[in-house]
C-alpha cells in the first residue's frame, strides 16, 4: 500500500540547534515530492518541490533532499519563526492527488 | 486575486443542515483540490477537478458530501444533512495542471 510516513512527530530546538526532519515514502512511480509548512489556524505554505533522486533545493535555513525512499528537510541554525509543522507529500505518476504525510511539529526554543 | 480564497473562514452549524463552502483558486490555474484536516489528523484527499470536470472523486467519504466547479474557476463543495464527525478544516488547493498546489487558509466548519 501506498505510504507516506514522516519523523520525528514532534522536534524541540534550542535556537541555532541544526536539525532534520524524515518523510519516507513507499509509491510506486512518483512524480514529485512536496514539502509545506503550515502555522496554526492557516492552510500549508508551499516550500519545495523535488523530482528525481539527488535532487536538492534551499531556502533560507531549509535544504530538502530526495532519495530513492526519502526526502530530508534540514534546518540550519533555526530561529523561533521557524516554529511550524512540516508537512510532506508526494503525487504518483498514475494519479493527480497528493498523499500527505501527519507532519513533523517543531518547536523552536529561543 | 493573489492566492486561494475560501469563504467562509469559519461555519458552525447545526447537526443535519446542509452547507457549502466556496474556494476562488489562483486565476489560470486549471486543477483545483479539496482536503479535509480533522484536529490530529493528516490532510484526507476529497475531490480532485481538472477544469469543470471531476476525474477523481475517490475520497469524498459518502454520498453527502458533493462539488462542482463552474467556468474552470470557482468550486464549491456541499454537505447535506451534516453529522458532528464531519467537523474539520476543509482546504481547497490549486495547481497548474499538475505539480506543486496552493492552499487556501480554510474554512473551519463545526457541527452542533
Known amino acids: 500500500e501506498d505510504q507516506v510516513t514522516q519523523s520525528p512527530e514532534a522536534l524541540r530546538l534550542q535556537e541555532g540547534e541544526s536539525s532534520s526532519l524524515n518523510c519516507s515514502y513507499t509509491?510506486?512511480?512518483?512524480?514529485?515530492l512536496f514539502w509545506y509548512r503550515q502555522d496554526p489556524g492557516k492552510g500549508p505554505e508551499f516550500l519545495f518541490t523535488?523530482?528525481?533522486a539527488g535532487e536538492e533545493k534551499e531556502k533560507e535555513r531549509l535544504k530538502a533532499t530526495l532519495t530513492k525512499k526519502e526526502s530530508f528537510l534540514h534546518i540550519t541554525a533555526p530561529k523561533p519563526e521557524d516554529s511550524a509543522t512540516y508537512l510532506c507529500a508526494v503525487q504518483m505518476n498514475t494519479g493527480n492527488q497528493f498523499y500527505f504525510g501527519t507532519g513533523t511539529s517543531l518547536t523552536v526554543i529561543p | 486575486g493573489a492566492g486561494v480564497s475560501q469563504s467562509p473562514s469559519n461555519k458552525v452549524t447545526e447537526k443535519g443542515k446542509d452547507v457549502e463552502l466556496r474556494c476562488d483558486p489562483i486565476?489560470?490555474?486549471?486543477?483545483l483540490y479539496w482536503y479535509r484536516q480533522s484536529l490530529g489528523q493528516g490532510l484526507e484527499f476529497l475531490i480532485y477537478?481538472?477544469?469543470?470536470?471531476?476525474?477523481?472523486k475517490s475520497g469524498l467519504p459518502s454520498d453527502r458530501f458533493s462539488a462542482e466547479r463552474t467556468g474552470g474557476s470557482v468550486s464549491t463543495l456541499t454537505i447535506q444533512r451534516t453529522q458532528q464527525e464531519d467537523s474539520a478544516v476543509y482546504l481547497c488547493a490549486s495547481s497548474l495542471y499538475q505539480g506543486k498546489a496552493f492552499f487556501g487558509q480554510g474554512t473551519r466548519l463545526t457541527v452542533v
Open positions: 509509491v510506486s512511480g512518483l512524480r514529485g
Open positions: 477537478f481538472q477544469g469543470n470536470s471531476a476525474p477523481d
Open positions: 486565476s489560470g490555474h486549471t486543477a
Open positions: 523535488l523530482y528525481s
